[in-house]
């Protein structure tokens, strides 16, 4: 079965530095693979997602990932980080069946200090 | 613009009561969702429907039942609510064509509080 780890419950930073925000998965089949943003007292909304096309994708506000089936990860990158990229992110994977379902990572809660 | 809408931001009930949480798509998505989302264990998914009328149970089905009469309305159904179904409640939609890539939308979640 498709599962999902987001190594960091938490990442701290200061504004202007780089943000990483490490994922990995696993699963049986060629995934497709999103990240989600979650402000505070807000839903979730797509940054990214990779569906077998280029392993560089580019997201929304700056961020990339990179997706490396040798590692199986899809971490998530921004190269200066903005105190408006305060929120928590969660790494998705597309579930093995054919009814569209995700499978969610246990997120990770970025913060930037001034 | 893409929208998802859940009937209630807050709400609080106490045990026992039966508690209705519904959720709107304006995008004609054939699939639809129920998350709760707990802090530290991420969503987790309650039900799904990718059809009127036809459900199928998530990774955590007690205690809930759904109810998808027309294809733009899911609602999710506390028989009786107990504490430990204070949760964030998240509601999703996406299309059935493209299969496994297409992305969820998210409605802004009710955060509902059983006393």
């Known amino acids: 079965a498709q599962s999902v780890t987001q190594l960091d419950s938490h990442v701290s930073v200061s504004e202007g530095t780089p943000v990483l925000l490490r994922c990995n998965y696993s699963?049986?089949?060629?995934?497709?693979l999103f990240w989600y943003v979650q402000h505070p007292n807000k839903g979730l909304q797509l940054l990214l997602k990779?569906?077998?096309?280029?392993?560089l994708v580019k997201g929304i506000n700056g961020f990339e990932a990179e997706f490396k089936k040798s590692e199986t990860s899809f971490h998530l990158t921004k190269p200066s980080a903005h105190m408006s990229d305060a929120a928590e992110y969660f790494c998705?994977?597309?579930?093995?069946?054919?009814?569209?379902?995700?499978?969610f990572g246990t997120g990770t809660r970025l913060l930037v200090s001034p | 613009d893409v929208k998802v809408t859940q009937s209630s931001r807050y709400l609080v009930k106490r045990t026992g009561e039966k508690v209705f949480l519904e959720c709107v798509q304006d995008?004609?998505?054939?699939?639809m969702f129920w998350y709760r989302q707990d802090p530290g264990l991420g969503l987790r998914l309650i039900y799904f429907?990718?059809?009127?009328?036809?459900?199928e149970k998530g990774d955590i089905p007690e205690g809930y039942s759904v109810s998808r009469e027309k294809k733009e309305r899911f609602s999710l159904i506390l028989e009786s609510a107990s504490t430990n179904q204070t949760s964030m409640y998240l509601c999703?939609?996406?299309?059935?064509?493209?299969?496994?890539?297409?992305?969820?939308?998210f409605g802004p979640g009710t955060r509902l509080t059983v006393l």
């Open positions: 999703a939609s996406s299309l059935i064509a493209g299969g496994r890539h297409n992305e969820q939308f």
């Open positions: 699963s049986s089949y060629s995934p497709s």
């Open positions: 990779y569906t077998s096309a280029a392993t």
């Open positions: 998705v994977v597309s579930g093995d069946t054919g009814f569209q379902k995700l499978v």
């Open positions: 995008m004609d998505h054939e699939n």
């Open positions: 429907s990718y059809d009127v009328k036809m459900k």
